[in-house]
């Protein structure tokens, strides 16, 4: 059991967060009025007991106050790092699923000037928020367990009413305006909160110069996050980049190591084209192969184009995350996933533990 000691926003990008004493978390957004809601990284967290570690290793070279970290919840009691992705903790009426272990600094941050040492890489976490409601300073925050499921429903509006009305806020409004602010970008991702049984998690990644500069719509992206919710995955990042392989390289490897989803699939990238380097960063960031998901797909695909034999396509896993190129095009992204999801699902459970080979 651990305690929330600060509720902090930024109203804007790039300024410190405030403690506010309690705010509306809205389901797959964040807190209402922060700049970084609606963002892959929804809600922030932080220990307070690394905080007082990093205030006695400082020796007072600089005042820490909530939110200096870029943490909206600054919570007692514990060591979040440890924890692995998809545990879910409650407070009150809102469950946050943890989505995300430790983020890249931004180079030059006031803390790391002063002190050369900046905590919320390591131990800060990140969450999305599966059930909305309001969180204050001096709630409780605990690890959901499947004792309590149950305890756990969607149909929490009487209970967030009960809190804001004791804030003296109208949520109605809030709500509504925060979930159309939140735009398309968390397709796949409003699953019920009673699924203690976490399904698996995927991540995409489109790589087209042309999508990329607006020149052409991005459909392969949205059909894999289309198929992979129907199929029952929850759908987290979904990225749109050049064909330029360090960046391409260098999404993979966040999203692989901080994401940490048990599958990422890219689409474009794997043809002829100079420009066409998927194949390349791919290998670049995977720690094994795995030659049979790729030979498969080709096979497969070879059966309704001969062109299929030109695909550089290549797979494989880094941690415990396994990478899959697609094709380019809708039509062959969806050709591909039909014939692959089904067996996929033995390989990401053995990848997880959870299936023996």
Do not use: W
């Not at 007692?76 to 879910?88: A, I, M, N, W």
């Not at 397709?187 to 087209?208: C, E, F, K």
Request: glycine share 12%.
């Amino acid at each position: 059991m651990g305690k929330v000691i600060a509720v902090c926003i930024s109203e804007k990008k790039g300024t410190v967060k405030k403690n506010i004493g309690s705010c509306l978390l809205i389901e797959e957004y964040g807190l209402e009025g922060d700049a970084h809601a609606g963002s892959e990284r929804q809600v922030s967290l932080l220990s307070a007991d690394e905080v007082q570690a990093f205030r006695e290793r400082s020796k007072g070279a600089v005042e820490l106050p909530p939110g200096i970290f870029g943490e909206n919840l600054l919570v007692e009691g514990f060591d979040f790092k440890s924890y692995p992705v998809g545990t879910r903790f409650r407070c009150g009426e809102v469950l946050l699923e943890l989505t995300q272990i430790g983020k890249r600094c931004h180079t030059g941050c006031e803390i790391m000037q002063r002190t050369g040492e900046c905590i919320m890489p390591k131990e800060g976490v990140f969450a999305r928020v599966v059930n909305g409601g309001v969180i204050a300073c001096g709630d409780d925050l605990e690890i959901v367990t499947e004792s309590m499921i149950g305890d756990v429903g969607r149909d929490n509006s009487e209970a967030i009413e009960s809190r804001m009305n004791d804030a003296g806020q109208d949520n109605s409004k809030s709500i509504e305006n925060g979930m159309n602010d939140a735009g398309t970008n968390n397709v796949g991702m409003n699953h019920s909160a009673d699924m203690i049984q976490n399904p698996y998690r995927a991540a995409i990644l489109t790589a087209s110069d042309r999508s990329f500069r607006g020149e052409r719509e991005d459909k392969s992206g949205p059909k894999i996050a289309e198929m992979l919710t129907a199929a029952g995955y929850r759908v987290g990042s979904l990225l749109l980049l050049p064909d330029d392989e360090d960046g391409l390289a260098e999404a993979l490897i966040r999203l692989a190591d901080e994401e940490q989803p048990d599958v990422i699939f890219t689409t474009g990238g794997t043809g002829f084209s100079p420009r066409d380097r998927m194949p390349e960063a791919t290998k670049r960031v995977i720690e094994r192969e795995t030659p049979g998901i790729s030979e498969a797909i080709r096979a497969y695909s070879m059966q309704i184009t001969p062109r299929a034999m030109l695909s550089r396509a290549v797979s494989g896993i880094r941690g415990k995350t396994l990478i899959v190129n697609l094709p380019g095009s809708p039509k062959a992204v969806q050709e591909c996933l039909e014939f692959l999801l089904p067996p996929l699902e033995h390989g990401l459970g053995i990848l997880r533990g959870e299936a023996d080979a």
